[in-house]
């Protein structure tokens, strides 16, 4: 059976591009200004005050993950306090030497691991389908696990310690994914699966993207009437049923043309167009180019 979790990981084919140790002791506060990549903090040891743009305040502890999938400004420090330093993340992502906030001296009083990530398939409808605004974990054995491993490894200077970090990061981001479904967060592919009536229609259009799919089908699998699967299904996946099949067969297309060498025509035929021309028109009209072009671009 079709895992959509597991496909739209795959494509976005995550990785860390970078991480750091951050660490702070005292009385401290850093503001960092707009960045707009997927950035993830892991805190290791203590805790802090994290308060993003647009929500509210986080009190951070120890084994807790968070992860912003197109990071606003935010603030972080050790309390509620109005003087803080300026930083500008893309500067500070040039460096990768591990940071300290506050005094500089003597042991800290939290300890985090932070970094972002770069996703090799750039597609904004299909990440947004995924990753909620602001993604905060507390309290998942499997997740603290994790956490453990990356600052042991961070700690550590063995060989092989990038590729390591690398892919516990890789399984953070997916196990962090898996506790983000449920009602409690925004719509999105996670809280879809989490819906009983609409999990077995996301595993069939992932499934068989190349069938001819109407609401009327997908509704009948959901045991709802039309109305009521377009309605449940736009307000927990925040989209329309068949955008967001026509945003999974796009997906697939640029993976196809992109990463498996596949022509137009077979790629028109896998995600379910009878014709190049209606393939074609479609593709542009989403990616904003043609599929022909698109394969041409380098990877």
């Known amino acids: 059976m079709s895992d959509p979790l597991s496909d739209v990981v795959r494509l976005l084919r995550p990785r860390a591009v970078f991480s750091k140790g951050i660490s702070g002791a005292g009385t401290w506060a850093v503001r960092y200004t707009e960045f707009g990549e997927p950035s993830f903090c892991v805190v290791l040891e203590g805790g802090c005050r994290l308060t993003i743009d647009g929500h509210a305040p986080i009190a951070l502890e120890a084994g807790d993950f968070v992860l912003l999938p197109a990071t606003p400004g935010f603030t972080m420090g ?41 996703f090799d398939a750039h597609d904004p409808a299909l990440l947004a389908s995924l990753l909620p605004a602001l993604v905060h974990v507390r309290g998942r ?24 970090l690398a892919r516990l990061i890789d399984l953070l981001l997916v196990e962090t994914l898996r506790a983000s479904g449920g009602e409690e967060n925004p719509p999105g592919l996670l809280r879809g699966l989490a819906d009983a009536r609409l999990a077995p229609t ?27 699967f377009f309605d449940r299904f736009t307000r927990q996946i925040g989209v329309a049923p068949m955008e967001y099949l026509l945003s999974w067969r796009m997906a697939l297309a640029r993976d196809l043309l992109r990463h498996q060498d596949a022509s137009v025509g077979e790629a028109a035929e896998r995600v379910g167009y009878g014709s190049l021309s209606s393939f074609s028109a479609a593709f542009s009209r989403y990616v904003g180019m ?7 671009q380098p990877a």
């Open 78 to 118: 050790s309390g509620d306090t109005h003087f803080h330093t300026r930083i500008d993340p893309h500067a500070a992502a040039a460096h990768t030497t591990d940071i300290r906030h506050g005094r500089p001296d003597g042991p800290p009083d939290v300890r985090l691991l932070g970094g972002w990530f770069l």
């Open 141 to 164: 054995s499997r997740l603290s696990m994790l956490v453990r491993l990356l600052g042991e490894e961070a700690d550590a200077d063995q060989p092989g310690r990038e590729i390591v």
């Open 202 to 228: 996301l595993r069939e259009k992932h499934a068989r993207p190349a069938h001819g799919w109407t609401v009327e089908q997908l509704a009948k699998l959901a045991a709802l009437s039309r109305s009521a």
């Open 290 to 296: 043609s599929p022909a072009r698109y394969a041409r």
